[in-house]
């Protein structure tokens, strides 16, 4: 089953963050129930791939203004049917960013997020059940702004209020400073 590896990472995740567990069930029933979970034709929701892209320093993150939402997020997109949801996210990172001097700094997954994507054209209003990354960036921190983006920034963790209030976006610079 091309389910189970992403299955037993949710599985880890639970266990590292039992105070999150209401958002691994609602991964787990999702991925369980959508053979297509990977697929953006599952008009209700699919997975996608995100890049917490942290400096060498620790210090900083690099965001995106994401120019279909006009907000300040962390680099992503969707799976596409790739069922490697780490793969997703490195090559989103490379993508979005420019960025070839990256690593992950875990191949287990580093936070989840389910969010509303409001309704676009001929998309229908549905859910990303975004699986996140930490990634490091291990070279320059030169990057490319790409056609997806209205602009990238190095952003300092200290910072992030002045970008973004969302709450997962919060907790992830909480996640970062403990991996420092």
Known sequence: ????????????????????????ERFRIFVTENPDCFERTLETGHITGSAWI??????ETLLTHHR?????????????GECDVLAVAMKEAEEEAGLNSIAPVSPEIFDLDVHSIPARKS???????????????????????????????????????????????LRMRQKSLALA
């Open 1 to 24: 089953m091309h389910r189970k590896p992403f299955l037993e990472l949710l599985e880890n995740y639970g266990k590292r963050h039992s105070e999150e567990s209401g958002v691994v």
């Open 54 to 59: 942290i400096s060498e320093s620790g210090q």
């Open 68 to 80: 279909k939402l006009d907000i300040w997020v962390q680099t992503g997109g969707h799976a596409d």
């Open 123 to 169: 998309d229908p209003e549905h859910f990303h059940y975004d699986v996140r990354f930490a990634i490091r960036q291990t070279g320059s921190q030169e990057f490319v702004v790409s056609e997806e983006s209205h602009d990238l920034a190095w952003v300092p963790l200290d910072d992030l209020e002045k970008y973004t209030s969302e709450e997962s976006m």
